[in-house]
């Protein structure tokens, strides 16, 4: 299993950028995939933006433009650049971890972000 610990999160306004950081600990290896969602209260939980460790990425269509997904695959991290800002935006984000070879899933706790109109 891996460990993942978000940081990062917090209040902005509208209009500006914040930076999500996301640390991997334990088995990490093989074909995998980290990647951001999110969940607003009310809804349900959405993918964000994913990137392989082979660096191919997916981005929702409602941030693309928007945010951008990296990782160092060295440090076992990755990471969510957010400009341009929207009150949507405010949701709990949330990083996993995704081992295609063998099989699991992880999550991070969570990382508020607010965006104030």
């Known amino acids: 299993q891996v460990q993942l610990v978000e940081s990062g999160g917090g209040l902005v306004q509208a209009g500006g950028s914040l930076r999500l950081s996301c640390a991997a600990s334990g088995s990490i290896c093989c074909i995998n995939v980290m990647g951001w969602y999110r969940q607003a209260p009310g809804k349900q939980r959405e993918l964000v933006a994913t990137?392989?460790?082979?660096?191919?990425?997916v981005i929702a269509d409602s941030v693309k433009g928007r945010f951008t997904i990296s990782r160092d695959n060295a440090k076992n991290t990755v990471s969510l650049q957010m400009n341009s800002l929207k009150p949507e935006d405010t949701a709990v984000y949330y990083c996993?971890?995704?081992?295609?070879?063998?099989?699991?899933?992880?999550w991070g706790q969570g990382t508020q972000v607010t965006v104030s109109s």
């Open positions: 990137i392989t460790n082979g660096g191919d990425t």
């Open positions: 996993n971890y995704r081992d295609y070879t063998r099989g699991f899933l992880n």
